[in-house]
């Protein structure tokens, strides 16, 4: 079924959004009628009509299910009109969220094309020439034997964080490549700091390289080295991204902004793990492990012709999904406690418990990383600002959290007096090697050390 060429809308019917094109006069107009959504505890497909007749899917950990031709797909259809990439299910508490990934023919329920929405388990697609049929394998899904690791820096309890903190778990022992996806904000370089710091690489060094702000000049240079004379302003050698982390870790931040013409270097690195400096002429090996993370689905851009397959099946050897801030408000709570902790030192939410609510109900477009600049403003200015026309005044409590300036002063404090006490114990009670390694100026170090007491 070809998709008509028309700008799209956006019908909403119940608790179910669709984003649809107007049809044409020879599809049928099949009115869609709102059903009570359910929880779905495991996805399952069954191809109801089309080539692949019969056949069914039903993943184990049965979160999250992707259709189209390739072969990486969980079901691989041989329907010429869907797309390599054409579809992903997810399961949420409020139905079965499916996102068309930008294929060529669309995915459709009854007349209505749609991009995104939330529908009930017992839903008909239609997608190319096939009719598949989704549905939920079973009213309930075991939970895993053990709970959730702890990981620092990863905070949250609801069960989508807990099943990352678990992929990290699992996925720190091997050392594929690893594809990290979620919306801007979501901390997907917290994600992988932890898949790092979790791995036997933790002892090498973890590079990161934000391919979204990168020249596509300098793209080659930064990521490979260049040597001297090279090119105009090359006046000494660099060393490159995957050099600096060999036996470590390399994190390509937003991968998807990656130039296409870029693309052919870097899957040979992947495939050879040895690359070329820019003017050099002997190939250098390196041994280190590859992370990706975007905010964009590659398997769309890969659909639309802007990212290479090949590259794609080598980044995405394994992917971790970090759910956004609006799909698990229980982390609300624990995330603001421990941003008020970080910035303050203080373990209590003070003020800010009575504005759980009103951040337990913002949609936070922006994430993590958005609530955490809330909260920041919040201690700052004494007043909760989410956007409204009207600030909404914190009211002080007693003995809860003490003033910005006091708070900060007491972390800084604690901070110098930590950090020092490492570094002397570190150089053996050198002061000289301990000013080198702190890159600072010796009478200043001595200074500090007396004013916390480690020097006499």
């Known amino acids: 079924m070809s998709a008509p060429n028309r700008h799209d809308s956006c019908l909403c019917i119940g608790r179910v959004s669709y984003y649809s094109s107007p049809v044409s006069d020879d599809v049928p107009r099949t009115r869609l009628q709102p059903r009570a959504v359910r929880m779905v505890h495991k996805l399952r497909v069954a191809v109801e009509a089309g080539a692949d007749a019969g056949a069914v899917c039903a993943p184990e ?12 797909n969980a079901l691989v259809l041989a329907d010429p009109a869907v797309s390599r990439y054409h579809l ?12 068309d990934l930008g294929s060529r023919n669309g995915t459709w329920v009854g007349g209505v094309r749609v991009e995104r929405a939330v529908v009930p388990a017992g839903t008909r697609l239609k997608l190319g020439d096939t009719t598949i049929i989704v549905d939920d394998a079973g009213s309930t899904v075991a939970p895993p034997a ?8 990863l905070v949250g309890e609801s069960e989508g964080i807990r099943e990352v903190a678990r992929l990290i778990h699992r996925l720190a022992r091997v050392d594929s490549s690893v594809l990290i996806q979620g919306e801007t904000g979501v901390g997907k370089e917290v994600i992988a700091r932890a898949l790092h710091e979790a791995s036997p690489r933790r002892t090498g060094e973890l590079v990161v390289v934000d391919c979204g702000s990168m020249p596509a000049t300098l793209i080659a240079s930064i990521l490979f080295g260049h040597e001297k004379g090279s090119f105009t302003g090359a006046d000494q050698r660099r060393v490159g991204a995957f050099e600096r982390a060999n036996g470590g870790t390399v994190l390509l931040d937003e991968i998807g902004e990656l130039p296409l013409e870029v693309q ?30 975007t905010h964009r689905d590659l398997r769309a851009e890969v659909n639309a012709g802007k990212f290479r397959a090949d590259l ?20 609300i709570e624990p995330l603001a406690r421990h941003f008020v902790q970080k910035l303050t030192g203080v373990d209590e939410l003070g003020p800010l418990a009575s ?14 990383r958005e609530l955490r600049n809330v909260i920041e403003a919040a201690i700052v200015m004494g007043e909760l600002d989410l956007g409204g026309d009207h600030p909404t005044p914190l009211a002080q409590t ?18 110098e007096a930590d950090y020092l006490r490492d570094l002397i114990e570190r150089t053996g009670g050198n002061a000289s090697e301990a000013a080198r ?11 500090l050390l007396r004013k916390h007491g480690l020097r006499s």
Request: positive net charge; proline residues 8%; without cysteine.
């Open 88 to 99: 992903e299910l997810r399961r949420t508490a409020a139905g079965v969220q499916l996102v």
């Open 355 to 368: 504005a759980l609510s009103a951040l337990r109900a913002h949609p936070w477009s922006g994430n993590v």
């Open 312 to 331: 794609y099946y080598r980044l995405a050897v394994a992917k971790i999904m970090i759910p956004p801030l609006r799909e698990r408000a229980e982390d």
């Open 437 to 447: 390694l702190a890159r600072m100026d010796r009478p200043y170090l001595l200074t």
């Open 398 to 415: 007693p003995g809860s959290l003490q003033p910005y300036r006091d708070a900060r002063a007491a972390a800084l404090t604690r901070f």
């Open 61 to 72: 950990d049965g979160a999250s299910l992707a259709i189209g031709t390739s072969e990486d």
């Open 264 to 293: 052919p270097s870097l899957l040979g690195v992947l495939e050879r793990r040895a690359f070329t400096r820019v003017g050099g002429a002997s190939p250098i090996s390196v041994d280190v492990r590859i992370l990706a993370a």
């Open 146 to 153: 053990s709970d959730a690791p702890q990981l620092p820096d």
